[in-house]
């Protein structure tokens, strides 16, 4: 037995060096490479996941009300909310009323609850100015004088609900939702109802774009797959023009083409084709036109490559066996350049879904799309909570567009050359 | 070796120097919105200032009361006397930033118009939105109100506004008969904004928003409108350079004033008051509208103003008779709710 054991040992012994020597040759090997990948990942975390992540952060963190009113919010932390509050919040609002009149902070207060309610702004800086006024009776009663306000119970709800740490009113109002006095979740009015239509009309541009692109793109791929190389080459490089010119450029020059006096009307005009000007700008069609136009390149490209792969023996063979040129073509062919149709569409779609600039120089007022409001609120309105919010919307519909591609397709079938 | 560390002491030691320096005693720092309008203040009134032996400098900004907020609330403020919106001016002097004026070395807040005195802010200059429209488009017969502006029978085609319910509505009002003294008092009511967005209903089909003062001009020229609300001095602008022969309805135009201020706990506050009063002269103020058509805002500065001048202006007493001041109270407290309606309307 014992001989047994340190026979085995005796033979163990090396192995387990050699296996700790390589492993540690391994680690070094894999740090090696972790450290190769480190200024990216830190350049990544630190530009792009924790800024984003922060904005994003903004729609569900609220702590601002709570900071500067801090004895009313805590006071009705143990309101019920089917009554009004007790005496001891009245004489909290007053106190932090004073507080943070002194310290210039009401007003960041009064913008955040004005998001809720319009009319409280002119609430807190009213109260604020009469605090000075000999206090006649309860603090209930001497609020109440300074504006009945103070004796409905929905202003005491907005203060609540604003109370943080976490909010659900940014999301909520992203799709067209609040919470009444009862805490209980209802639609907006159906006057201030903007952002499912928003929202809808976005996946809807996207998906018109995407399919035009497609339609147009298909023949274009197929052509060049089946030029030879050099006359290939030089129809991929006028596919890839458009990239040579910024963005913003090639937008305006739609502008140009499609304006009431702009080119494409006079040649029209001078053709009789039509008697006025067509109205081609600050619409639908603009968007569409201009969106095509940007976004094409993403399609013919994936499309061109996966094209490229398939070898015409296997039409051949189709037609061989007696297959029609048409059913070849649908039969063999096309199922073959799904791969590159799925990558194409996801392309295009998701990056149509972010669109902006383009819709906001060609489109109408009703041509907007959600970009255009969380622009709206992060820079006109500097509301960044409503901003965030219908970020998050916008990365959710991506992020669920996604899977449901996956999910149908198989995101590892997707081929881009 | 040697010479590199003299070098390395030296450049320490101009940078201490600079730092120094700009931590004591600065000149007085003058910030107003740039382009050309700041090159017309150069010429009307820093200049002249300087030239009484003052120092001064100036920087330009976009607005925006959040950079106030951080120059004065972070302690390394070095900015002293800024021109801002009227929007600014109200939150920014509820929040403290800005010093409180002494009218009394200003000249008495009676000599102002009543639109240009603030306790934190002396008015700058007065602009307004108009109506334009293309005289070389339409020749006789001319829209001649808001609510011409409507009358799509008469002169048809589309017709451009400011994107955003601030200005509309109140046009939206008056074409609608409402008087511009019960303007604001009709849009605080629920069936006033109802009856607004109605009469906006009308047009709806024929609008084109704009968001950028540059907009409406181009528009105008490109045909693209027929009739645009504009700033004045965007269209008069156009005129002078572009050799345009846009018209400008003055009936029920909608004025707002542009303001100084004095930052916070400034240093300098003894120049920034002589600044302001050497602005404020009335004197000086007439040398502004010659370079750029914007109205001062002392009363007694009108009559020293070129004639040939006068009629661009929104403070001109013909034009101002009609006019409506844009009620800035009103907007701080309405229009996150109304920037929502409107943009739920606009986008149906």
Same mark, same amino acid.
């Given at each position: 037995?014992?001989?047994?054991?340190?026979?085995?040992?005796?033979?163990?012994?090396?192995?387990?060096?050699?296996?700790?020597?390589?492993?540690?040759?391994?680690?070094?090997?894999?740090?090696?490479?972790?450290?190769?990948?480190?200024?990216?990942?830190?350049?990544?975390?630190?530009?792009?996941?924790?800024?984003?992540?922060?904005m994003?952060?903004?729609?569900?963190?609220?702590?601002?009300?709570?900071?500067?009113?801090?004895?009313?919010?805590?006071? #009705? %932390?143990?309101? +019920?909310? $089917?009554?009004?509050?007790? @005496? /001891?919040?009245?004489? =909290?609002?007053? !106190?932090?009323?004073?507080?943070?009149?002194?310290a210039?902070?009401?007003?960041?207060?009064?913008?955040?609850?004005?998001?809720?309610?319009?009319?409280?702004?002119?609430?807190?800086?009213?109260?604020?100015?009469?605090?000075?006024?000999?206090?006649?009776?309860?603090?209930?009663?001497?609020?109440?004088?300074?504006?009945p306000?103070?004796?409905?119970?929905?202003?005491?709800?907005?203060?609540?609900?604003?109370?943080?740490?976490?909010?659900?009113?940014?999301? #909520? %109002?992203?799709? +067209?939702? $609040?919470?009444?006095?009862? @805490? /209980?979740?209802?639609? =907006?009015?159906? !006057?201030?109802?903007?952002?499912?239509?928003?929202?809808?009309?976005?996946?809807?541009?996207?998906?018109?774009?995407?399919l035009?692109?497609?339609?147009?793109?298909?023949?274009?791929?197929?052509?060049?797959?089946?030029?030879?190389?050099?006359?290939?080459?030089?129809?991929?490089?006028?596919?890839?023009?458009?990239?040579?010119?910024?963005?913003?450029?090639?937008?305006?020059?739609w502008?140009?083409?499609?304006?009431?006096?702009?080119?494409?009307?006079?040649? #029209?005009?001078?053709?009789?084709l039509?008697?006025?000007?067509v109205r081609?700008?600050?619409?639908?069609?603009?968007v569409?036109?201009?969106?095509?136009?940007?976004?094409?390149?993403?399609?013919?490209?994936?499309?061109?490559?996966?094209?490229?792969?398939?070898?015409?023996?296997?039409?051949?063979?189709?037609?061989?066996?007696?297959?029609?040129?048409?059913?070849?073509?649908?039969?063999?062919?096309?199922?073959?350049?799904?791969?590159?149709?799925?990558?194409?569409?996801?392309?295009?779609f998701?990056?149509?879904?972010?669109?902006?600039?383009?819709?906001?120089?060609?489109?109408?007022?009703?041509?907007?799309?959600?970009?255009?409001?969380?622009?709206?609120?992060?820079?006109?309105?500097?509301?960044?909570?409503?901003?965030?919010?219908?970020?998050?919307?916008?990365?959710a519909?991506?992020?669920?567009?996604?899977?449901?591609?996956?999910?149908?397709?198989?995101?590892?079938?997707?081929?881009?050359? | 070796?040697?010479?590199?560390?003299?070098?390395?002491?030296?450049?320490?030691?101009?940078?201490?120097?600079?730092?120094?320096?700009?931590?004591?005693?600065?000149?007085?720092?003058?910030?107003?919105?740039?382009?050309?309008?700041?090159?017309?203040?150069?010429?009307?009134?820093?200049?002249?200032?300087?030239?009484?032996?003052?120092?001064?400098?100036?920087?330009?900004?976009?607005?925006?009361?959040?950079?106030?907020?951080?120059?004065?609330?972070?302690?390394?403020?070095?900015?002293?006397?800024?021109?801002?919106?009227?929007?600014?001016?109200?939150?920014?002097?509820?929040?403290?930033?800005?010093?409180?004026l002494?009218?009394?070395?200003?000249?008495?807040?009676?000599?102002?118009?009543?639109?240009?005195?603030?306790?934190?802010?002396?008015?700058?200059?007065?602009?307004?939105?108009?109506?334009?429209?293309?005289?070389?488009?339409?020749?006789?017969?001319?829209?001649?109100?808001?609510?011409?502006?409507?009358?799509?029978?008469?002169?048809?085609?589309?017709?451009?506004?400011?994107?955003?319910?601030?200005?509309?509505?109140?046009?939206?009002?008056?074409?609608?008969?409402?008087?511009?003294?019960?303007?604001?008092?009709?849009?605080?009511?629920?069936?006033?904004?109802?009856?607004?967005?109605?009469?906006?209903?009308?047009?709806?089909?024929?609008?084109?928003?704009?968001?950028?003062?540059?907009?409406?001009?181009?528009?105008?020229?490109?045909?693209?409108?027929?009739?645009?609300?504009?700033?004045?001095?965007r269209?008069?602008?156009?005129?002078?350079?572009?050799?345009?022969?846009?018209?400008?309805?003055?009936?029920?135009?909608?004025?707002?004033?542009?303001?100084?201020?004095?930052?916070?706990?400034?240093?300098?506050?003894?120049?920034?008051?002589?600044?302001?009063?050497?602005?404020?002269?009335?004197?000086?103020?007439?040398?502004?509208?010659?370079?750029?058509?914007?109205?001062?805002?002392?009363?007694d500065?009108?009559?020293?103003?070129d004639?040939?001048?006068?009629?661009?202006?929104?403070?001109?007493?013909?034009?101002?008779?009609?006019?409506?001041?844009?009620?800035?109270?009103?907007?701080?407290?309405?229009?996150?709710?109304?920037?929502?309606?409107?943009?739920?309307?606009?986008?149906?």
């Amino acid at each position: 037995m014992t001989v047994a054991t340190q026979a085995s040992v005796g033979i163990a012994v090396p192995d387990v060096a050699l296996r700790r020597a390589l492993r540690r040759s391994q680690r070094s090997e894999q740090l090696r490479a972790a450290a190769l990948v480190l200024p990216l990942f830190l350049f990544l975390l630190a530009v792009f996941i924790v800024p984003i992540g922060a904005m994003l952060g903004r729609a569900l963190f609220d702590s601002e009300v709570a900071q500067i009113l801090p004895r009313v919010t805590a006071a #009705l %932390a143990r309101w +019920d909310g $089917r009554e009004l509050p007790p @005496d /001891a919040a009245y004489a =909290a609002v007053i !106190e932090d009323i004073r507080a943070a009149r002194e310290a210039g902070t009401l007003a960041n207060a009064a913008t955040r609850l004005n998001y809720d309610v319009a009319g409280f702004r002119s609430l807190l800086f009213a109260t604020g100015r009469h605090l000075g006024d000999e206090m006649a009776g309860s603090p209930r009663e001497f609020l109440g004088a300074i504006d009945p306000r103070w004796n409905e119970r929905e202003t005491w709800a907005v203060i609540r609900r604003a109370a943080g740490p976490v909010t659900d009113f940014y999301l #909520l %109002a992203a799709l +067209d939702l $609040r919470r009444d006095a009862n @805490d /209980a979740i209802t639609g =907006a009015p159906p !006057e201030e109802r903007v952002f499912r239509n928003v929202l809808g009309r976005t996946l809807w541009i996207s998906g018109v774009v995407t399919l035009t692109c497609l339609v147009l793109g298909y023949p274009v791929a197929y052509f060049i797959a089946r030029q030879p190389p050099t006359r290939a080459g030089v129809l991929l490089f006028l596919v890839l023009l458009p990239f040579w010119t910024s963005l913003l450029v090639r937008t305006v020059a739609w502008v140009v083409l499609l304006q009431r006096e702009g080119i494409l009307n006079n040649l #029209l005009l001078s053709f009789g084709l039509v008697n006025e000007p067509v109205r081609m700008i600050f619409n639908r069609f603009a968007v569409y036109v201009a969106m095509v136009h940007v976004l094409l390149p993403f399609m013919v490209l994936p499309l061109y490559a996966v094209m490229k792969g398939i070898s015409p023996s296997y039409l051949r063979a189709a037609s061989s066996l007696g297959a029609a040129p048409l059913t070849a073509f649908r039969r063999v062919y096309v199922p073959q350049t799904l791969p590159g149709v799925g990558a194409g569409c996801l392309m295009v779609f998701i990056q149509a879904l972010g669109y902006y600039i383009t819709p906001a120089l060609v489109g109408g007022a009703d041509d907007q799309m959600i970009s255009y409001f969380i622009a709206f609120y992060a820079s006109k309105t500097v509301n960044w909570g409503m901003a965030a919010a219908l970020s998050i919307m916008l990365l959710a519909a991506t992020l669920a567009l996604y899977a449901v591609y996956d999910r149908l397709v198989g995101i590892d079938k997707m081929r881009l050359g | 070796m040697k010479q590199r560390l003299a070098m390395k002491v030296g450049v320490l030691a101009a940078l201490a120097v600079a730092f120094s320096a700009s931590a004591a005693a600065r000149d007085l720092t003058v910030v107003s919105w740039g382009g050309a309008y700041q090159d017309a203040q150069r010429e009307a009134y820093f200049k002249p200032f300087m030239a009484t032996g003052a120092k001064m400098a100036e920087e330009n900004w976009d607005g925006g009361v959040g950079t106030l907020r951080t120059k004065v609330k972070g302690g390394n403020n070095n900015w002293d006397v800024v021109q801002v919106e009227s929007e600014e001016l109200l939150l920014g002097c509820e929040e403290g930033l800005y010093e409180k004026l002494d009218w009394g070395k200003l000249g008495g807040k009676d000599k102002y118009l009543p639109d240009a005195v603030n306790d934190c802010g002396v008015g700058a200059i007065v602009y307004s939105f108009i109506l334009a429209y293309d005289g070389d488009k339409i020749k006789a017969d001319a829209p001649k109100s808001w609510a011409d502006f409507w009358n799509v029978q008469k002169w048809p085609g589309k017709r451009a506004l400011r994107k955003g319910p601030k200005t509309t509505l109140e046009i939206a009002l008056m074409a609608d008969g409402v008087a511009p003294k019960d303007v604001y008092k009709t849009l605080g009511t629920d069936a006033g904004v109802e009856r607004a967005f109605k009469k906006l209903d009308q047009i709806k089909a024929n609008m084109v928003w704009w968001e950028k003062g540059a907009q409406p001009p181009q528009l105008l020229a490109s045909g693209e409108v027929v009739m645009t609300d504009a700033y004045n001095g965007r269209i008069a602008a156009a005129n002078d350079k572009d050799k345009k022969n846009f018209k400008i309805v003055w009936t029920n135009n909608l004025y707002t004033v542009d303001s100084w201020v004095i930052m916070k706990g400034t240093p300098n506050k003894a120049d920034a008051e002589k600044f302001l009063v050497f602005v404020n002269d009335p004197k000086n103020q007439k040398n502004l509208p010659p370079r750029i058509p914007y109205g001062v805002t002392r009363k007694d500065a009108t009559a020293l103003i070129d004639k040939s001048v006068l009629p661009n202006l929104a403070t001109a007493p013909e034009n101002i008779k009609t006019a409506l001041y844009i009620n800035d109270k009103f907007w701080l407290e309405n229009l996150d709710k109304l920037n929502q309606r409107f943009n739920a309307w606009v986008a149906k």
